[in-house]
Each structure stands twice: as structure tokens, then as C-alpha cells.
């Protein structure tokens, strides 16, 4: 059993509500709720955060290295464009991490389209909503059982 850390940023906790018609009708809270389920269909331990405050997500990277977390599950939200901090603190702990997007970003303004962590992240989703994160745990699961093998 591996421990995965799921992590939202700013306005997130606003999902379901906050322009549904780019982010989708469901929850924030719904969606991790289907998440742990997922994670323990597939054997492993989910945690959970969400933050508005740039600082508390950089701690929680931090303690994830302290916890022993395998894996991280990323959705930056409006951080993805700004924080290089945040991006530092997951090049300081060196857990694999996949980003992910419930919107296309590419398909949206410009400013949106630049990441600081796409370029360290093991890989990205984009644009498959609240599903996304199904699949990024499936990614997370397969990465992990492979790891060993290289």
C-alpha cells in the first residue's frame, strides 16, 4: 500500500459553483470523496488538502516528504501561472507528482498556458474535469508499482 497526497490550490474549494460551464457541477468535497474510494480500490491510502494560502501548500509538500507520502496528485489551480515557491518546494522534496487541470489551459487565455510545474511534474492531465482525477490516481498507482522496475 503507497500513500498518495492529493493537493488543490486557491479557489478550488469553490468548485460546483465557480463557472461550472469551465469547471464542472461537482464538488470539491465529491470529488475527493471519490478519490479515497479509488485509492483504496487500488490498494493505497489518500490524504487530502485543499488551500487558499500559497504558504500552508508549500508546508504540506514539505510534510509530505516527513509523512512518507509516494506520490502527490497536483492541481495548482491560479498558483500553476505564479509560484515559483511552490514550484521549489516539490524540486526540494523530490516526491513524483502529476499535474492536473479540471480545464484545457492550452485552450484558454494566455497567461493560462505557462506552468512552473509541468517541466518537473511526472506528467500532466488537461481538460478531462472532474474524471482527470480518476485518472491521474490510476497513473499515480501504475507509476508506483512500476518504480521498482527501473
Not at 60 to 81: E, K
Not at 107 to 120: P, T
Request: hydrophobic share 40%.
Amino acid at each position: 500500500m503507497s500513500s498518495f497526497l492529493l493537493i488543490n490550490g486557491p479557489n478550488l474549494n469553490l468548485l460546483g459553483s465557480r463557472e461550472p460551464e469551465v469547471y464542472g457541477a461537482t464538488s470539491l468535497e465529491d470529488i475527493e470523496a471519490h478519490c479515497i474510494v479509488v485509492a483504496e480500490h487500488l490498494g493505497h491510502e489518500l490524504d487530502c488538502f485543499q488551500s487558499n494560502a500559497e504558504h500552508e501548500l508549500i508546508d504540506r509538500v514539505q510534510q509530505a516528504a516527513t509523512d512518507g507520502v509516494d506520490f502527490i496528485i497536483l492541481n495548482p489551480g491560479g498558483f500553476t501561472h505564479t509560484s515559483v515557491a511552490l514550484r521549489d518546494a516539490f524540486l526540494a522534496v523530490q516526491i513524483p507528482f502529476i499535474e492536473i487541470h479540471l480545464s484545457n489551459t492550452f485552450a484558454r487565455e494566455e497567461f493560462r498556458q505557462n506552468s512552473y510545474f509541468s517541466d518537473i511534474a511526472k506528467s500532466c492531465l488537461f481538460g478531462f474535469g472532474a474524471y482527470g482525477y480518476e485518472l491521474a490516481l490510476q497513473a499515480a498507482s501504475e507509476n508506483v508499482a512500476n518504480a521498482g522496475d527501473k
